[in-house]
């Protein structure tokens, strides 16, 4: 079974621009949700989409935004880019049914830089 | 807000020795306890996970945790490392319900020297 998968893999953007990134999650999972990890930060959960709908978000300003399609595939959204965003953006999926089938997991990540 | 402890930055090992990262949650309620590794150049993959039961949990390669639930723990041990074991290793936790929102701790850079 193929694993998640994220495009693109490399981003460079200047300051200002927006950027959307791509995420499919594991056939069969109906839940994405997305990280954002940097050096000074570490790991830190961005928000979470299940069934077309966002479930969970954390503490980032609304220039971050998702959206999740029938499909479970999922897209996040940075507006107006700064440089602090420069980051790994890891999307992550889970069956999210009870119990231990509700364990995430990751896809590679994109590497978005901001100049 | 919970928060997930790892004390240890970054820890050297030679092959064959004992391993053990400590990692500690601050949430009174029940939580769902993960460990992940990041290969040098690989994506974060699932070491092994809690959510309940025997508080012993086994995982791949020959790691273990134990939840000590009384100390909010959940620390990772593996017997004797190999030089394959270098990598970072992040604790996360998850609220029970909501095991889709994890909170990460700062991980460990394990370094095994040959």
């Known amino acids: 079974k193929a694993g998640v998968t994220q495009t693109p893999r490399y981003l460079i953007k200047t300051r200002g621009q927006q950027v959307t990134l791509s995420c499919s999650p594991i056939?069969?999972?109906?839940?994405v949700s997305w990280y954002q990890q940097t050096p000074g930060q570490g790991l830190q959960f961005l928000f979470e989409?299940?069934?077309?709908?966002?479930?969970n978000k954390g503490n980032f300003p609304g220039r971050f935004s998702g959206r999740q399609f029938s499909n479970s595939r999922s897209e996040m959204n940075v507006s107006t880019l700064e440089l602090g965003d420069s980051a790994l953006y890891l999307c992550?999926?889970?069956?999210?049914?009870?119990?231990?089938?509700?364990?995430?997991?990751f896809g590679p990540g994109t590497r978005l830089t901001v100049l | 807000a919970q928060s997930v402890s790892q004390h240890n930055h970054h820890v050297i090992l030679s092959e064959a020795a004992s391993l053990e990262l400590g990692c500690n949650y601050s949430?009174?309620?029940?939580?769902?306890l993960f460990w992940y590794v990041q290969y040098p150049g690989q994506h974060l993959q699932l070491l092994l996970k809690?959510?309940?039961?025997?508080?012993l949990v086994k995982g791949i390669k020959g790691f273990e945790a134990e939840f000590i639930k009384s100390k909010f723990s959940f620390n990772l041990r593996k017997p004797s490392v190999q030089w394959s074991d270098t990598a970072e290793y992040f604790c996360?936790?998850?609220?029970?319900?909501?095991?889709?929102?994890?909170?990460f701790g700062s991980g460990t850079q394990l370094t095994v020297l040959p």
């Open positions: 992550a999926s889970s069956l999210a049914g009870q119990g231990l089938t509700d364990t995430q997991y």
């Open positions: 056939s069969g999972h109906r839940s």
């Open positions: 989409y299940f069934s077309e709908t966002q479930r």
């Open positions: 949430y009174g309620g029940t939580v769902n």
């Open positions: 809690y959510f309940s039961g025997d508080p």
């Open positions: 996360a936790v998850g609220r029970s319900g909501s095991a889709r929102q994890l909170t």
